[in-house]
């Protein structure tokens, strides 16, 4: 359960807006089904009271947002962040994808957000409706009794392996302060490391096949945001389309990874909206583990004009066969 | 049947001011490399972009070489040293997707190196002959 209410967030927002510091507010709201929370603009309190959410189910970043609505809107934007999406507005603002005038943005703390492939693992499909309160309560068109769950044991993996409750931007911070955490998110990316080639190779191919190329990744992701995409080319041959074998999947993939690496916050918004659950944050720890490996520790969006790491060099960078030399007596 | 020697199709990006004219010295001084290997002129090692690399395997290419002037010696100053970044990031993500790395290679050799070119693309190909053909990343379509 967050430890924050929805009534607290409305109360906030309807004064900003009533006292003029803001004009629109960036938060989320229904959508078709209660566990499937959508993005949206408010302008009135009554607009707010109606169908602002906030629950288990947010984990929208609006970091993103701000590039396109921060320069419409004829006065500044309240957005409400999350720790980890203040590290993406603070890359966007590293970019300068948005100006940080046109802002107000209002940290709130996060307990974690579920995962409904989680939730639909121990109840099933059918879910009718969904009430989160100090459990998650879920009713499914099969059974009168809703089913009670621990929100812990179905926060989303980029929740479980959580890398900071600290807000690293805000104007205003709602409740308290956290602290960045040593989390085990590389514990995977390692686990891949330590297979075979062959079974590595097994492995990516298992997941990337599913891909389905819908380009929700790359729509989400909070450091992708080119006006023109190599993927939108119609020159390129893989313009909005399924990938016609596995070269194709494979393409997609390490492109998308490659030009976020060194950006890349680690926000999971790519895991988090892919349809076909397949773990992109493997691709992108990836190169955030080989960074801070090879260039020193790094985190993206920490701080507003760092320069990321492909980027920058040193004279004294390791050789790219090195690289592999290097693991081969580790191993 | 005759069976036909297998000989690997190698992709070699030379930046223009080291690399390929290593690769003429090469030819000037009547030294041997593969005529397998394809040679491609950028105007820097830098400009190599990971879609190039993956695109010369679709393509049909065994393996690919980057090779660049000396750090410190690139004609843009900096150049190379982005690309020694940007590929050892890559070629390490393609040996995490369990692409055999010894298909893909970055070599600085200046213009005076043209032995160390020639034997920089012996060496490379029969690594690469060793290998057989690229697999794990060929698009059928591309096939003869
Ligand atoms: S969101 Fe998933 S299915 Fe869609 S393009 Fe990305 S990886 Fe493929
Ligand atoms: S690649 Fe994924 S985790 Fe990284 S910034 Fe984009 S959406 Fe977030
Ligand atoms: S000009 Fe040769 S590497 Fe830049």
């Known amino acids: 359960m967050q430890k924050i209410t929805r009534e607290q967030l409305i109360e906030k927002a309807a004064a900003l807006l009533a006292g003029g510091t803001v004009t629109a507010v960036l938060g989320w709201s229904k959508g078709e089904f209660d566990y499937d929370v959508t993005p949206a603009v408010f302008h009135t309190a009554e607009e707010l009271n109606k169908d602002f959410v906030w629950n288990d189910f947010c984990g929208a970043n609006f970091s993103k947002y701000l590039v396109a609505k921060a320069a419409k809107e004829e006065g500044k934007v309240l957005v409400f962040l999350k720790p980890c999406d203040t590290y993406s507005f603070n890359q966007l603002l590293t970019e300068h994808r948005f100006d940080r005038e046109k802002v107000y943005a209002v940290g709130i703390p996060c307990e974690g957000m579920a995962d409904i492939a989680k939730i639909k693992e121990i109840c099933g499909e059918g879910i009718s409706s969904i009430d989160c309160g100090e459990k998650i309560a879920v009713t499914t ?16 993996e980029r929740c479980v392996n959580c890398k900071s409750k600290k807000h690293v931007a805000y104007d205003e911070l709602m409740g308290e302060e956290g602290t960045v955490i040593d989390s085990a998110r590389f514990d995977e990316v390692a686990k891949i490391e330590a297979m075979t080639p062959d079974e590595r190779f097994a492995f990516w191919q298992n997941e990337l096949s599913r891909c389905i190329r819908c380009n929700a990744c790359r729509d989400a992701c909070p450091a992708c945001t080119c006006e023109k ?63 801070n490996e090879f260039y020193g520790e790094y985190q993206a969006g920490e701080e507003v004009g760092t320069r990321a790491p492909l980027v920058n060099y040193t004279t004294g960078d390791i050789e790219p066969g090195e690289v592999f030399d290097r693991r081969d007596t580790d191993a | ?75 843009y100053t900096s150049g190379n040293y982005f690309t020694r ?15 055999e790395k010894e298909r893909t290679r970055v070599e600085w050799v200046s213009a005076a190196e043209g032995a160390k070119f020639a034997a920089t693309m012996n060496d490379f190909a029969s690594t690469v002959a060793a290998l057989g053909e690229n697999k794990r990343l060929e698009d059928l379509r591309c096939k003869k």
């Not at chain 1, 939108?232 to 494979?250: L, T």
């Open chain 2, 1 to 75: 049947m005759q069976v036909k020697e297998y000989k690997p199709l190698i992709v070699a990006f030379c930046c223009n001011w080291c690399s390929y004219a290593g690769a003429d010295l090469a030819g000037n001084n009547r030294l041997n490399y593969p005529a397998d290997v394809k040679i491609i002129r950028v105007p820097c090692s830098c400009r190599v972009n990971p879609m190039f690399v993956l695109r010369a395997f679709q393509r049909g290419a065994d393996g690919v070489i980057i090779c660049g002037c000396h750090p410190g010696d690139c004609h």
């Open chain 1, 141 to 156: 068109i099969y059974e009168d009794e809703p089913v009670m769950i621990d929100a812990k044991d179905v926060l989303a």
């Open chain 1, 229 to 291: 995409c190599v993927f939108d080319n119609p020159n390129s041959g893989v313009e909005n389309k399924a990938p016609a074998n596995s070269f194709e999947e494979k393409m997609f993939h390490i492109i998308r990874a490659f030009h976020v690496a060194g950006r890349c916050t680690d926000c999971g918004e790519c895991s988090r909206v892919c349809p076909q659950n397949i773990p992109l944050h493997l691709l992108n720890r990836k190169f955030i583990k080989d960074m």
């Open chain 2, 85 to 99: 970044r940007r590929m050892a990031a890559l070629f390490s993500m393609l040996d995490y997707l369990g692409i």
